[in-house]
């Protein structure tokens, strides 16, 4: 037994073992190895042993006892839960002997929880599902899951459609309420016999698109004037049946786009409207908001204005037929003459205009996939733009820009689009990338269009040494939703607006409701930065489950073709490696450098990886094998052939 003195010297040190330790609340940080880090809220890091780690998920806000470890560097012990953000969460079931797991599909979440039998819903092994967590392991470390629902195997046809669209929580279904307040408004709606619209009817519409596309949002006719063409162009007008902050309104503008997979599609709005009662339909009536444009023979857009109308299409076109008749290989659109020669004339003249006074687009080379009946990519073709996508996108362009000038004059708020031109968080990256390839802007001032413009065309020139239009996107802005007229300098405008797709495009349907609200003389509650900034995460969503089914399908078409040499360009590079894209599928792969048994030093500035025997540069041409398909992880990795990657030396 201890003595008095010995249980004094006992406790002491026990008290000054709990002086030295520290309590406070923190947030989890996992790592791709089993240790983490306990995140303080005075921004301070604490080391988190692989054995607490099993305690806890990353992003768990947790309460952690803080003590020095044996060398006296500060651990971290998770001592209590406070709150966990993972609630459900799609994945895939796995197996370990008897044992039944799901492995989640979260970006920091690596470790599978257990199933119990009583959990399982009747799943399977490889069954993709939705599921939630039903037992934290903040006690023992063993957590539990439970499935809520079986999104489908791993051989069901369109699963990376249906798997995305879950994962993302795409809506997919409309609610009850939502399609009965609905079907009372279109059996009230009588747009036709509106008073107020302009009777259009006589002029012959036509409408251009996909030969499968049944949500037709525009139609277009063309006459000529005194001084070039007027250019009409119809827009579905499915505000007049959808009622201003009404659960239905609420619902569409909680999807934000229509979203396309590849043989599936999530539409914007109930099909009753998008391809019945709105739809542009070939000969038959239908409401819309119409934009009369004089074009001069130059190509100038002048004056404009919108009208409330009703009109008939007179046909329901196709892209491959119109483009085969303007080519002059098609006769039986000879009807349809009198309208498609004039929106032709209007194109040319639009497209020579913009190419001179604007920016447009660099053509790039399409792939057309063919689907085989599970919906996997059974062979994909590359194509070239049609003439009759250009002079339709010429089209709306030109609508877009007026839309954008009407908000901009009547202080409507839009919303606008608007591009930045060069990021304003690299600005002296900026500037020394001007200095050092473009000396004679130095001294003007980045944010105006027209030196922007001047820039780019600059940058476009063939005859540079370095790829340098390329070489300055990763110095660019991405595009963005606004409340004010701003400049898109991506276009070279002075403003710009998005208004011609009402029936898949949230933001053009609200740009509809302003415009027509201005028309009518009343009040249209304005859009607000709130509504702006949650449709622009919308459509992040809806575009970041569509890449990711894209990618999937990819990397189940690359998994039969994994040995194989191909041709293929280099898209971007940094310094552990690059991106190649395949000329042939139009595939994007990553190349790791680091892994190469040479040493890679990397040029910003040449836009160069160089080793002593060895160069690849940004947009060069070269052969690559297909190394690595990992379906589950959706990842394609690509290895150069030696003998085709050695590149010309880059000038300095």
Same mark, same amino acid.
């Given at each position: 037994?201890?003595?008095?003195?010995?249980?004094?010297?006992?406790?002491?040190?026990?008290?000054?073992?709990?002086?030295?330790?520290?309590?406070?609340?923190?947030?989890?940080?996992?790592?791709?190895?089993?240790?983490?880090?306990?995140?303080?809220?005075?921004?301070?890091?604490?080391?988190?042993?692989?054995?607490?780690?099993? !305690?806890?998920?990353?992003?768990?806000?947790?309460?952690?006892?803080?003590?020095?470890?044996?060398?006296?560097?500060?651990?971290? *012990?998770?001592?209590?839960?406070?709150?966990?953000?993972?609630?459900?969460?799609?994945?895939?079931?796995?197996?370990?002997?008897? @044992?039944?797991?799901?492995?989640?599909?979260?970006?920091?979440?690596?470790?599978?929880?257990?199933?119990?039998?009583?959990?399982?819903?009747?799943?399977?092994?490889?069954?993709?599902?939705?599921?939630?967590?039903?037992?934290?392991?903040?006690?023992?470390?063993?957590?539990?899951? !439970?499935?809520?629902?079986?999104?489908?195997?791993?051989?069901?046809?369109?699963?990376?459609?249906?798997?995305?669209?879950?994962?993302?929580?795409?809506?997919?279904?409309?609610?009850?309420?939502?399609?009965?307040?609905?079907?009372?408004?279109?059996?009230?709606?009588?747009?036709?016999?509106?008073?107020?619209?302009?009777?259009?009817?006589?002029?012959?519409?036509?409408?251009?698109?996909?030969?499968?596309? =049944?949500?037709?949002?525009?139609?277009?006719?063309?006459?000529?004037?005194?001084?070039?063409?007027?250019?009409?162009?119809?827009?579905?007008?499915?505000?007049?049946?959808?009622?201003?902050?009404?659960?239905?309104?609420?619902?569409?503008?909680?999807?934000?786009?229509?979203?396309?997979?590849?043989?599936?599609?999530?539409?914007?709005?109930?099909?009753?409207?998008?391809?019945?009662?709105?739809?542009?339909?070939?000969?038959?009536?239908?409401?819309?908001?119409?934009?009369?444009?004089?074009?001069?023979?130059?190509?100038?857009?002048?004056?404009?204005?919108?009208?409330?109308?009703?009109?008939?299409?007179?046909?329901?076109?196709?892209?491959?037929?119109?483009?085969?008749?303007?080519?002059?290989?098609?006769?039986?659109?000879?009807?349809?003459?009198?309208?498609?020669?004039?929106?032709?004339?209007?194109?040319?003249?639009?497209? @020579?205009?913009?190419?001179?006074?604007?920016?447009?687009?660099?053509?790039?080379?399409?792939?057309?996939?063919?689907?085989?009946?599970?919906? !996997?990519?059974?062979?994909?073709?590359?194509?070239?733009?049609?003439?009759?996508?250009?002079?339709?996108?010429?089209?709306?362009?030109?609508?877009?820009?007026?839309?954008? +000038?009407?908000?901009?004059?009547?202080?409507?708020?839009?919303?606008?689009?608007?591009?930045?031109?060069?990021?304003?968080?690299?600005?002296?990256?900026? !500037?020394?990338?001007?200095?050092?390839?473009?000396?004679?802007?130095?001294?003007?001032?980045?944010?105006?269009?027209?030196?922007?413009?001047?820039?780019?065309?600059?940058?476009?020139?063939?005859?540079?040494?370095?790829?340098?239009?390329?070489?300055?996107?990763?110095?660019?802005? +991405?595009?963005?939703?606004? %409340?004010?007229?701003?400049?898109?300098?991506?276009?070279?405008? *002075?403003?710009?607006?998005?208004?011609?797709?009402?029936?898949?495009?949230?933001?053009?349907?609200?740009?509809?409701?302003?415009?027509?609200?201005?028309? =009518?003389?009343?009040?249209?509650?304005?859009?607000?930065?709130? =509504?702006?900034?949650?449709?622009? *995460?919308?459509?992040?969503?809806?575009?970041?489950?569509?890449?990711?089914?894209?990618?999937?399908?990819?990397?189940?078409?690359?998994?039969?073709?994994?040995?194989?040499?191909?041709?293929?360009?280099? %898209?971007?590079?940094?310094?552990?490696?690059?991106?190649?894209?395949?000329?042939?599928?139009?595939?994007?792969?990553?190349?790791?450098?680091?892994?190469?048994?040479?040493?890679?030093?990397?040029?910003?500035?040449?836009?160069?990886?160089?080793?002593?025997?060895?160069?690849? =540069?940004?947009?060069?041409?070269?052969?690559?094998?297909?190394?690595?398909?990992?379906?589950?992880?959706?990842?394609?990795?690509?290895?150069?052939?030696?003998?085709?990657?050695?590149?010309?030396?880059?000038?300095?």
């Amino acid at each position: 037994m201890l003595n008095q003195d010995s249980l004094t010297q006992l406790k002491g040190l026990k008290a000054q073992m709990e002086a030295e330790k520290e309590r406070a609340n923190a947030v989890v940080k996992g790592t791709q190895a089993r240790y983490g880090f306990a995140v303080l809220e005075d921004g301070r890091e604490i080391f988190i042993p692989p054995d607490e780690m099993l !305690k806890a998920f990353p992003d768990d806000r947790v309460g952690v006892c803080i003590r020095p470890d044996k060398g006296n560097k500060p651990i971290a *012990e998770i001592e209590r839960l406070i709150d966990c953000p993972i609630g459900e969460f799609t994945g895939r079931c796995v197996r370990k002997g008897k @044992a039944m797991f799901v492995e989640p599909d979260l970006p920091r979440l690596s470790r599978w929880l257990f199933i119990p039998p009583h959990a399982r819903n009747g799943v399977k092994e490889g069954d993709y599902v939705r599921s939630a967590v039903l037992r934290h392991p903040i006690k023992d470390g063993k957590p539990q899951a !439970k499935i809520l629902a079986i999104l489908g195997a791993a051989d069901m046809p369109g699963i990376e459609n249906h798997y995305t669209a879950n994962k993302y929580q795409l809506p997919m279904e409309w609610s009850k309420d939502a399609l009965t307040e609905l079907e009372k408004n279109l059996e009230s709606a009588q747009p036709v016999a509106d008073q107020r619209r302009r009777d259009l009817t006589d002029l012959e519409f036509v409408s251009i698109d996909a030969a499968r596309t =049944q949500d037709i949002d525009d139609a277009l006719y063309a006459e000529i004037s005194s001084d070039g063409w007027n250019l009409y162009v119809a827009i579905a007008d499915p505000t007049t049946f959808i009622e201003e902050g009404s659960l239905l309104d609420q619902e569409i503008a909680e999807r934000a786009t229509s979203i396309y997979f590849h043989g599936d599609a999530i539409p914007m709005m109930p099909e009753v409207l998008s391809q019945e009662t709105c739809a542009l339909a070939e000969d038959q009536y239908r409401p819309a908001l119409v934009c009369k444009i004089a074009v001069s023979d130059d190509g100038d857009v002048g004056d404009f204005e919108f009208l409330e109308a009703t009109i008939r299409s007179r046909a329901k076109l196709s892209y491959l037929a119109v483009d085969r008749y303007l080519a002059g290989n098609y006769d039986e659109l000879m009807s349809h003459a009198t309208p498609l020669e004039a929106l032709y004339q209007v194109y040319r003249a639009l497209r @020579a205009r913009r190419e001179t006074t604007g920016l447009v687009m660099e053509e790039r080379r399409e792939y057309r996939w063919f689907l085989t009946d599970d919906k !996997k990519i059974d062979h994909i073709e590359p194509y070239e733009k049609l003439l009759s996508q250009k002079l339709v996108e010429e089209c709306m362009v030109a609508t877009n820009r007026c839309a954008a +000038r009407f908000l901009k004059e009547r202080e409507c708020s839009g919303p606008f689009v608007c591009h930045r031109g060069f990021r304003p968080d690299r600005k002296d990256e900026v !500037k020394r990338f001007i200095a050092r390839f473009l000396p004679d802007f130095v001294e003007r001032n980045l944010e105006e269009v027209d030196t922007y413009r001047e820039i780019m065309v600059s940058l476009s020139d063939q005859s540079q040494e370095l790829p340098l239009r390329a070489m300055v996107n990763r110095l660019l802005a +991405r595009g963005e939703l606004l %409340t004010r007229p701003a400049p898109h300098m991506g276009m070279g405008l *002075e403003c710009y607006s998005n208004c011609t797709s009402p029936l898949r495009k949230y933001t053009d349907f609200l740009a509809h409701r302003q415009i027509k609200a201005a028309l =009518q003389g009343g009040n249209c509650r304005a859009v607000t930065s709130e =509504q702006v900034v949650a449709v622009s *995460e919308r459509l992040a969503r809806g575009r970041q489950a569509s890449q990711e089914a894209e990618l999937w399908l990819q990397c189940g078409y690359l998994e039969q073709h994994q040995g194989e040499e191909h041709q293929a360009r280099i %898209t971007h590079i940094n310094s552990s490696g690059f991106t190649a894209r395949l000329l042939e599928f139009g595939i994007d792969g990553q190349v790791d450098l680091r892994k190469d048994p040479e040493k890679f030093s990397f040029d910003r500035w040449t836009a160069t990886l160089a080793s002593p025997t060895r160069q690849f =540069q940004l947009e060069q041409e070269l052969k690559i094998r297909i190394e690595r398909v990992d379906v589950a992880k959706r990842e394609i990795e690509f290895v150069p052939v030696t003998e085709n990657s050695a590149a010309p030396e880059t000038p300095a």
